[in-house]
């Protein structure tokens, strides 16, 4: 909406600039806070460019905010905003946030929907800073698309201060007006699912063992023991599946592994088969003997990020009551040296019987992904998806911008590309050339190398060659996910530290899969 300058002198401005914008602070137990949106209008344009709801807010302030807005500095631009004090007795705290231009959508340069994207950039801003003046109660405007205002809200408000004496005040968003709140509760849903992921790729690595990842993941999925079953695998039965691959990681730790198997159950009459997600579990990775370097080493307790984002898309997934069947698949380990572990040139051997010849023991997760591919086929999937923090490589081919995508499938392609738009989450497809399996496939002692035979040379296209050989499914699909395991500043509603990458691109695509016919 449209709203018009008015004609208001210097002097009157500064009056009411005095009388309501410089309050007294409030106590912090009565202290309530709003968040408005405002477009950025022509160049060619005068006026304020206000949401509905903050249209609305400014009718029931007799244009006060109008005013305000006037004498604060220029139009607001995306992802920029403005606190105001004072303005409304429900609402002691405001912040107004930019939204960029009204009605764009989907970016075909960007790959995703701007408009979303501007929604959860400039919430998370607003929300953010209330936060900060330790407003303990926030509403938000839907501005024009409550699910993605509420992904902002709740994406932007996370920070993990478990072990913090000093943690920042809980903040609870709420939807502002009378919007759609069933989009608003899935956005929130959303939400908390990344933070999940976010949480428990915080962790130090000493609070989250296999084990403790399993108990945790056990106790998240509580709510749903209707439409969910979890097995706990120990050792003794990784032994009988013949997980020699996986095994080889483990023996180097005192922790014990676990393959973590979960199974929801969404649409008990389907005749369709379940959609199979696996997910890297190294939940602290040195690199075992193939020690990596002290600096960034503490960062590897977040090596367990697919598994953490698989779990959470499955907690999500259950939250949301998708009819759809999931069965999710995690091997849970830990990386380490010591006079058990593997050594460089050890050969092992697979579930499938394939033999591997490890000459670099930080090449971990392909071989924990390798077993629990094999072990995956057993469910004749539907689909097959696999998300993994696997090569430093990919972090060189694509940053944090998107999640490399390796598949042999057309169809599945065109579905996480769909739901990566969606959620502003992007993903980019790469190649699976037979060049780079003849790299992994010509080994001296054994039928595979788990590193190729030309070593540091696109090695994020060699691992994904080197999962291929223990896939047979027509529709798989390898994430590499260690270019968007940390947010620095490249995502503006996420704060600093692990992101939780990509769990609502996870969840929209299962979605997607269960709304088709």
């Given amino acids: 909406m449209l709203i018009h300058f008015r004609k208001v002198s210097i002097y009157g401005i500064w009056r009411h600039t005095c009388r309501s914008f410089c309050v007294s602070p409030v106590t912090s137990s009565s202290r309530k806070g709003l968040v408005l949106g405002v477009y950025e209008g022509d160049k060619d344009e005068d006026g304020i460019h206000f949401t509905d709801a903050a249209a609305s807010f400014d009718r029931s302030v007799s244009g006060k905010l109008t005013e305000m807005l006037l004498i604060s500095g220029p139009p607001l631009k995306r992802g920029k905003s403005r606190v105001f004090y004072g303005l409304h007795q429900d609402f002691p705290s405001l912040a107004v946030v930019g939204l960029g231009k009204k009605g764009v959508g989907v970016c075909g340069k960007e790959n995703w929907d701007s408009c979303r994207e501007n929604i959860r950039v400039a919430v998370s801003m607003g929300c953010k800073q209330l936060q900060d003046l330790e407003v303990p109660h926030v509403e938000v405007d839907p501005c024009g698309d409550s699910q993605s205002a509420a992904e902002g809200a709740v994406l932007g408000l996370f920070e993990y201060d478990e072990f913090k004496s000093k943690k920042k005040i809980h903040v609870t968003p ?169 050594k460089p040139g050890d050969v092992v051997r697979a579930k499938n019987g394939k033999t591997i010849q490890v000459d670099n023991t930080d090449a971990e997760g392909r071989l924990i992904l390798a077993d629990a591919l094999c072990y995956a086929h057993t469910f004749k999937p539907r689909a097959l998806v696999n998300a993994a923090t696997l090569t430093g490589a990919m972090n060189v081919a694509l940053g944090s911008a998107a999640t490399g995508v390796f598949t042999n499938s057309d169809w599945l392609w065109e579905r996480l590309y769909k739901a990566s738009v969606i959620t502003g989450d992007r993903v980019w497809r790469m190649p699976l050339f037979q060049h780079y399996t003849r790299q992994v496939t010509e080994s001296m002692l054994a039928d595979l190398n788990n590193i190729g035979k030309y070593s540091g040379t696109a090695g994020a296209c060699t691992a994904a060659a080197f999962l291929q050989e223990f896939v047979t499914a027509n529709h798989w699909a390898h994430l590499d996910i260690a270019g968007v395991m940390t947010n620095k500043d490249e995502v503006p509603y996420l704060r600093k530290g692990m992101s939780g990458r990509p769990t609502r691109t996870l969840v929209e695509f299962a979605a997607g899969l269960a709304s088709e016919p």
């Fill in 174 to 342: 709420q939807l502002h007006g009378s919007a759609d709140t069933q989009a608003w509760q899935k956005g929130v849903l959303y939400g908390e699912g990344q933070n999940l992921a976010r949480s428990l790729m915080e962790a130090p690595a000493n609070h989250v063992t296999p084990t403790v990842f399993a108990d945790t993941i056990e106790q998240k999925f509580s709510p749903f023991s209707d439409r969910v079953v979890i097995h706990k695998r120990p050792k003794s039965w990784i032994e009988s599946e013949q997980m020699g691959a996986f095994l080889s990681v483990s023996r180097g730790s005192e922790e014990p592994p676990v393959f973590l198997e979960m199974h929801y159950t969404g649409a008990p009459d389907s005749s369709k088969g379940p959609l199979v997600l696996v997910g890297k579990g190294v939940t602290f990775d040195s690199g075992g003997i193939s020690l990596k370097p002290s600096s960034g080493m503490d960062a590897m307790r977040a090596d367990m990020g697919g598994a953490a984002s698989v779990c959470s898309t499955i907690v999500t997934a259950a939250a949301l009551q998708l009819p759809i069947n999931i069965i999710g698949i995690t091997p849970l380990c830990e990386n380490m040296p010591s006079g058990k572990a593997t």
